[in-house]
C-alpha cells in the first residue's frame, strides 16, 4: 500500500467502507439478489430461475466498471469505486489495470505511461525514460521506475478532455489494496504487460499469487498467452475466471508472435487456457468506416459454441457512438444483451457503470411494456429530429413511431399564404434555401439579427424545391453528428397536411408554435393567426376532445385569439431564461395561456457544467395551476452537465421525477418514451424493482469539488416581469404589396421591409441516489483533510 495512506488513508478507508454498507443495505431494498461466488449452487455457471438470457451460462450479464466510475472521477481513485459500487446493480465487478512499483506494489492504472494520468512529471520531472514495450519504443515516466512511496507523492488526472479536469490533482493513486478495501461485490484485476515487467525483474504472476492468499480476486485477465500459462496452474478456477483479453487484430501477441486477429480463429487452443475472452466491442458489431453498425460477426456464437464466455470492452457515454443509437449510450448496451434473440455478450467492461445498470435492469426484455399513459407528456421538437430533418414527414413519423405523445409544427408562411411546418422563419435553419435563393438573403432586425432567407420571401412551389437538412448542434465543434446518412431525406409538409397525419395517426395531441404574427400581418400582409384557426377547424379538431390541441407562442396577443376555443390548451412561451415567477407575473400569464414552457437553463444553475442548484420557477408556476413543460432535451453528451453522467435518461429522470413537470419538449423522443415505459420509473420501495432511475440531486457534486476548483458564482436569473408579458393587439392585415421581379431570383418576388410595428413588449421569447453517496464521500474527504 502506497505510504501515503498512513493514519488519515485508514480513516477514509474505514469511512469509505461505512458508505459503501449504507448504500448496500439501501440497495438491498430494491436490487435483484446478489450472484452467489463462483462454483456455488446457483452461482454464474449454473442458469437462474426466471428471466432467461442468452448468455453461456443463463444469468444476467456483468457489468464491469472500468478504474469504477472512471466516466466522471480519475480511475480507480476512491471517489471512482465508492461511486460505481453504490450506484450500480448488485454484483457489478470493479476492475483494476495493474502496475507495478519497483518494489513491486501493485497500482491501479490503464496507462503504462504515468504521465498520462498523474501528476508524476511535475512531481519527478527528470524520471522520463524510453522502454521497448513489446517491441514499441514508449517514452515516458513508468511505475518501475519508482517505490511506491515515490508515487505516492503523486495525484491523479482525468486524461480524456470531455471529462471534469476539476478532480485532478485531489485524489491519491489507488493500490490494489485500497480497491479491495473498498470490498467491491467483485473483483476483476487486468495484467497487461507481463513480459515487459519480467525482462526488468519483476514478476506480475508472483504479485498475483501473494494477493490471492490474501483476497479473492474474481476474474483475472491479461492479453498475453505466457502470463495465462504460468499462472493456470496456480489459480482456484472455482474461484477465479481466468480470461484471455485481445488487442486489435493486427497487433503481435507477446508470447506466440501472432497477431490477434489470427488467435481469434482458434477459439479452441483458448478454451484450453481461459474461461473467457475479452474482445473490443468492433469485433461483435463491426463499424463502417462513416459510422454507422455493419453485420454482427458470429464471434459470440462461435465462442459459447466451444464453452467460451465473451466480455465486451470499450463502452463509454462520451464518445461518439454508431449513429444507430441516436446519441443514447443505453442503446448500444442493449444491441449487445437484447438483440431480437440472437445472442447476449457475457459481460461488458465500461466507463459507466450506472448506464450498463439501466441498460440491462430497465431496458432489456422489455418489448412488451405497456404504453405510458399520464404525465410528463413526451412532446416532439420539429418531429424527431435528432434522427432526421425538422418537420419533415420522415421525422414526423419517426416521432410517433417512437411514442410521442405530442407532435407539433412550427407554422411558417409562403408569399403565397401557404402555412407549412419549420423550426425557424429563416429558411436557412432547415434547409438549403442559401444555396438556391442566396439574392433572396437580407438582414431584418426586427427578426434575427443575421441576415437569412425567409420564408415569405418564396412561394410555396420555390420552397418545395427546398432540401431539408438535419441540424447537428454539436457538429462543428464537438464532431457530434446526427445521422448524416439521413442529412437532406424527407419533405416539407402543409399545416394540412401535418393535421391530417396527426389524425390519421391518432396522437394524443398536437402542438401548433405561432411567432413573428405582429410582422407577418403588418409587413408581409400574411395571417398566420387565421390560417391556422381555418386549418384546425377544416380538420374537425375544433370540434373533437379525442386528441389535445395545443396553441403556443411567446405572444399573448396571438394566444388571445384562441381563447373562445375551449378545447384548446394555450401555452405561453418563455423562451429566456428567468429564475423566477412573482405572483404578478403568473396573474399575466393566466389571462392568457393554461401552461407554459421554459427552458431547462431556467430550472438549473450551473457552475462549470456542474449543476450548482436549481431556482424556484418550476414550483411558483405549478402552484398556480399552470401546467409547466421543459424544453428542450438532446441526447448528446455535450448537452448534458456532468451530474447526469453523460446520460440522458437521467436528465430525463431528474425533470420527470425529480421536478415533476408536466411535459418534456425533446429532440430524441424515442429516448424518453423507453424511460417511461421501463418499470425502473416507480420509485414505490415496494415495487421490488431491479434498479430505480433517480434523478440528481442539485449542487451535490459540486460539493465534492475542492473549494479552489469552485468558479465564482454566476448572477442569479432574472425574475420574469409583468410588463414583459402582455404584448399590444395583433396589427391588421396589410394588404400584399405590387412587387417587382427580381430577376436574379428564381421566384423574382422581394418585398420591401419597412421597421416593425413599435409598442412590442418583447414577450420573453437523481440514475443515481446521488444524495447519500456523494454526502458520505464529502464527509469522508473532510475528515482525511483534517487529519
Given at each position: ?6 493514519k488519515s488513508g485508514?480513516?477514509?478507508r474505514c ?14 431494498d430494491v436490487?435483484?439478489?446478489?450472484p ?6 446457483g452461482?454464474?455457471?449454473e442458469?437462474?430461475?426466471?428471466k432467461?438470457?442468452l ?5 444476467e450479464?456483468?457489468i464491469?466498471?472500468r478504474?469504477?466510475?472512471?466516466g466522471l ?7 471512482a ?22 518494489d513491486?506494489v501493485?497500482?491501479?492504472l490503464?496507462?503504462i505511461l504515468?504521465d ?6 511535475t512531481?519527478h ?6 522502454y521497448n ?9 513508468f511505475a ?6 515515490q508515487?505516492?507523492?503523486l ?5 480524456i478532455f470531455s471529462?471534469?479536469d ?13 480497491v479491495l478495501n473498498s ?20 514478476s506480475?504472476?508472483?504479485f498475483v499469487?501473494r494477493q ?6 474474481n476474474?483475472?485477465s ?5 502470463f495465462?500459462k504460468?499462472i493456470?496452474g ?5 474461484k ?24 481469434l ?8 487456457l481461459?474461461?473467457g475472452?475479452?474482445v473490443?466491442?468492433?469485433f461483435?458489431?463491426?463499424v ?21 464466455e465473451?466480455?465486451a470492452k470499450?463502452f463509454a457515454?462520451?464518445?461518439n457512438?454508431p ?8 442503446a448500444?448496451?442493449q444491441?449487445?444483451?437484447d ?10 467492461l ?5 448506464t450498463?445498470?439501466?441498460a440491462i435492469?430497465?431496458f ?5 411494456a405497456?404504453?405510458?399513459?399520464g404525465?410528463?407528456l413526451?412532446i ?10 425538422g418537420?419533415?414527414?420522415?421525422a ?8 410521442a ?6 407554422v411558417q ?28 438573403s ?15 420571401q418564396?412561394?410555396w412551389?420555390?420552397?418545395?424545391s427546398?432540401?431539408?437538412q ?7 465543434k ?9 442529412k ?8 394540412n ?12 395531441g398536437?402542438?401548433i ?6 410582422y407577418?400581418?403588418s ?33 399573448t ?7 373562445d ?10 423562451k429566456?431564461?428567468?429564475g423566477?415567477?412573482?405572483k404578478?407575473?403568473i396573474?399575466e ?6 401552461a407554459v414552457t ?9 457552475n ?5 442548484g436549481?431556482t424556484?420557477?418550476?414550483?411558483e ?6 401546467s ?8 448528446e453528451f455535450?448537452?448534458?452537465?456532468f451530474?447526469?453522467l453523460?446520460d440522458?435518461?437521467t436528465?430525463?429522470a431528474?425533470?420527470?421525477?425529480g421536478?415533476?413537470v ?5 429532440d430524441?423522443p424515442g429516448?424518453?418514451?423507453k424511460?417511461m415505459?421501463c ?14 432511475i ?5 449542487g451535490s457534486?459540486l ?8 468558479a ?15 404584448d399590444p ?16 431570383s ?10 416593425a410595428?413599435?409598442?412590442?413588449s ?5 440514475a ?11 464527509v ?8
Open positions: 500500500m502506497l505510504e501515503s495512506s498512513g485508514e480513516m477514509m469511512l469509505l467502507l461505512i458508505s459503501l454498507l449504507i448504500h448496500s443495505a439501501l440497495a438491498q436490487g435483484p439478489e446478489e452467489p461466488p463462483l462454483g456455488q449452487k452461482g454464474p455457471d442458469p437462474p430461475q426466471g432467461k438470457w448468455t453461456l451460462n443463463g444469468r450479464p456483468l464491469v466498471a478504474g469504477g466510475l472512471s472521477f480519475p480511475e480507480s481513485s476512491n471517489y469505486n465508492s461511486m460505481a459500487k453504490s450506484l450500480s446493480l448488485i454484483g457489478t465487478a470493479l476492475y483494476c489495470n495493474l502496475q507495478l512499483t519497483k513491486s501493485g497500482i491501479c490503464s496507462n504515468l498520462n494520468t498523474t501528476t508524476i512529471s512531481v520531472p527528470n524520471g522520463d525514460k524510453t514495450v513489446n517491441g514499441k519504443e514508449v517514452h515516458g515516466w518501475l521506475d519508482f517505490t511506491a512511496d508515487l505516492s507523492k495525484t491523479l488526472t482525468q486524461n471529462r471534469p476539476q478532480f485532478d490533482d485531489a485524489l491519491p493513486i489507488s493500490t490494489i489494496e485500497d470490498k467491491p461485490d467483485q473483483f476483476w484485476l487486468h495484467v497487461p504487460y507481463d513480459t515487459f515487467y519480467n525482462e526488468h525483474k519483476i506480475p504472476a508472483a499469487q490471492m492468499k490474501v483476497a479473492d480476486i476474474f483475472l491479461s492479453p498475453e498467452i505466457g495465462l504460468t493456470g496456480k489459480v482456484d478456477k472455482l477465479t475466471k481466468l480470461i484471455f483479453e485481445f488487442l486489435g487484430p493486427d497487433e503481435i501477441e507477446p508470447t506466440t508472435k501472432q497477431k490477434y486477429g489470427e488467435l480463429k482458434n477459439l479452441g487452443m483458448i478454451k484450453s481461459a474461461a475472452i475479452l473490443p466491442k468492433e461483435i458489431y463491426p463502417t468506416p462513416n459510422n454507422y453498425l455493419d453485420a454482427p460477426t458470429t464471434l459470440v456464437a462461435d465462442a459459447h459454441k466451444e464453452g467460451v465473451v466480455y470499450g457515454n462520451d464518445q457512438i449513429y444507430n443509437y441516436s446519441m443514447d449510450a443505453t448500444e448496451i444491441q449487445f444483451v438483440n431480437s434473440d440472437q445472442f447476449s455478450v457475457d459481460g461488458l465500461t466507463d459507466f457503470p450506472p450498463a445498470s439501466e435492469a430497465c432489456s426484455h422489455n418489448k412488451d405497456k404504453p405510458y399513459k404525465s410528463p413526451i416532439s421538437r420539429n418531429g424527431a429530429s435528432g434522427n432526421y430533418p418537420c419533415t414527414d420522415l414526423y413519423q419517426r416521432a410517433v413511431d417512437d411514442g405523445d405530442i407532435i407539433d409544427c412550427s408562411m409562403s408569399s403565397d399564404g401557404v402555412a407549412f411546418c419549420l423550426d425557424s422563419i429563416d429558411l436557412n435553419s432547415g434547409t438549403n434555401a442559401l444555396v438556391q435563393f442566396m439574392t433572396k437580407e438582414t431584418i432586425p426586427e427578426l434575427q439579427p443575421e441576415a437569412g432567407v425567409f420564408s415569405f418564396l412561394t412551389e420555390e420552397i418545395q427546398l432540401k431539408p438535419l441540424q447537428s448542434p454539436y457538429g462543428p464537438g464532431d457530434l453528428y446526427r445521422n448524416p446518412a439521413k437532406d431525406a424527407g419533405k416539407l409538409v402543409t399545416l397536411e401535418f393535421l391530417e397525419f396527426a389524425k390519421k395517426k391518432a396522437t394524443t398536437i402542438l408554435d405561432i411567432e413573428n404574427a405582429p407577418l400581418a409587413k408581409a400582409g400574411l395571417d398566420i393567426v387565421g390560417t391556422v384557426i381555418s386549418a384546425l377547424k377544416n380538420a374537425s379538431l375544433d370540434k373533437q376532445s379525442t386528441q389535445q390541441v395545443m396553441i403556443k407562442s411567446n405572444d396577443s396571438v394566444l388571445s385569439k384562441f381563447a376555443e375551449k378545447t384548446y390548451k394555450r401555452v405561453f412561451s418563455i429566456e431564461q428567468v423566477s415567477a412573482p404578478q407575473s396573474d400569464i393566466k389571462k392568457f395561456a393554461d421554459v427552458s431547462k437553463n431556467s430550472v438549473i444553475q450551473s462549470s457544467f456542474f449543476i450548482s436549481e424556484g420557477i418550476i414550483k408556476l405549478k402552484a398556480a395551476n399552470l409547466v413543460y421543459i424544453h428542450y432535451l438532446k441526447n455535450l448537452s448534458l452537465m451530474d447526469y453523460s440522458p435518461i436528465e430525463i431528474t425533470y420527470a421525477q421536478f415533476h408536466d411535459g418534456i419538449v425533446t430524441f429516448t424518453a418514451s424511460y415505459k418499470a425502473c420509473t416507480d420509485l414505490n420501495p415496494q415495487a421490488n424493482i431491479p434498479y430505480p433517480l434523478p440528481i440531486e442539485p457534486l460539493s465534492l469539488l475542492p473549494p479552489e476548483k469552485v465564482p458564482a454566476a448572477a442569479p436569473l432574472p425574475a420574469l416581469e409583468a410588463s414583459s408579458i402582455v393587439p395583433l396589427p391588421p392585415v396589410a394588404p400584399k404589396k405590387e412587387t417587382k421581379p427580381d430577376s436574379d428564381p421566384s423574382g418576388d422581394k418585398p420591401a421591409h419597412a421597421p410595428p413599435t409598442g412590442k418583447g414577450a420573453l421569447a437523481n443515481a441516489n446521488w444524495g447519500v453517496s456523494l454526502v458520505a464521500i464529502m469522508l474527504s473532510l475528515l482525511s483533510m483534517g487529519n
